[in-house]
């Protein structure tokens, strides 16, 4: 089994910035993807980031040029560093896994006012 542990939502204006972590505890395997998807108000999940072991990233359109995707796979830690954010951003933002399946964290809030 694996889980997943998200933490760095909340309130910020827009122009602003989070950082997203995410930790994974488990049976990880030393090959794996991680990453981040969103959820916004009312519409269905969306990719935002990936990173697999080997480093290699993909951005949604939307976010490229804005957030940033890394890990520390010592930690089995995930991070979304998300600047210039949006009013668009806001959303349930899901950290994932891929280990043979996929594994989803909890969630966590990210709101951007106006």
């Known amino acids: 089994q694996v889980q997943l542990v998200e933490s760095g939502g909340g309130l910020v204006h827009a122009g602003g910035s989070l950082r997203l972590s995410c930790a994974a505890s488990?049976?990880?395997?030393?090959?794996?993807?991680m990453g981040w998807y969103r959820q916004p108000p009312g519409k269905q999940r969306e990719l935002v980031a990936l990173?697999?072991?080997?480093?290699?990233?993909n951005y949604a359109d939307s976010v490229k040029g804005r957030f940033t995707i890394s890990r520390d796979s010592s930690k089995n830690t995930v991070y979304l560093q998300m600047n210039s954010l949006k009013t668009e951003d806001t959303a349930v933002y899901y950290c994932?896994?891929?280990?043979?399946?996929?594994?989803w964290g909890q969630g966590t809030q990210v709101t951007v006012s106006s």
């Open positions: 488990g049976s990880i395997f030393s090959t794996n993807v």
């Open positions: 990173i697999t072991s080997g480093g290699t990233t």
């Open positions: 994932h896994i891929i280990i043979g399946r996929v594994y």
